[in-house]
C-alpha cells in the first residue's frame, strides 16, 4: 500500500478497536442514517447492508490513519534521537 512505507513494517500493529477506528465506525454508521433521513427513508430499518458497509470502511480507514500516525511519530523520534545521539553538547 502506498500510504505507509515498507519500513513501517518493523512497528507493532495498533489495537483493533482503537480511538481513530471506533470513532470513524461511528461517523460511517451515522453517515448511512443521515443517507435515510435526507432520502425520506426508515432511518433505522431501511438500508442495513449499506448501515455496516459504512460502518466496516469507517472503521477501516480510521485504523489505517491511526497505524499512519503512529509510524509519523516513530519516525519523528528516531530523527530526533539520532540528532541527539550526534550533537550531545547541545543536550
Not at 443521515?34 to 430499518?45: E, I, Q, S, T, Y
Request: hydrophobic content about 40%; some cysteine; proline content about 8%.
Amino acid at each position: 500500500m502506498g500510504f505507509l512505507p515498507d519500513e513501517s513494517r518493523s512497528l507493532p500493529p495498533p489495537p483493533l478497536l482503537n480511538k481513530g477506528s471506533v470513532w470513524l465506525g461511528f461517523v460511517g454508521g451515522l453517515s448511512a442514517l443521515a443517507d435515510n433521513a435526507f432520502n425520506h427513508r426508515p432511518v433505522l430499518r431501511s438500508g442495513l447492508h449499506r448501515q455496516v458497509l459504512f460502518t466496516t470502511v469507517g472503521c477501516f480507514i480510521g485504523y489505517q490513519l491511526v497505524k499512519r500516525a503512529e509510524y509519523v511519530h516513530a519516525k519523528v523520534d528516531r530523527e530526533m534521537f539520532e540528532y541527539i545521539r550526534h550533537h550531545p553538547v547541545d543536550f
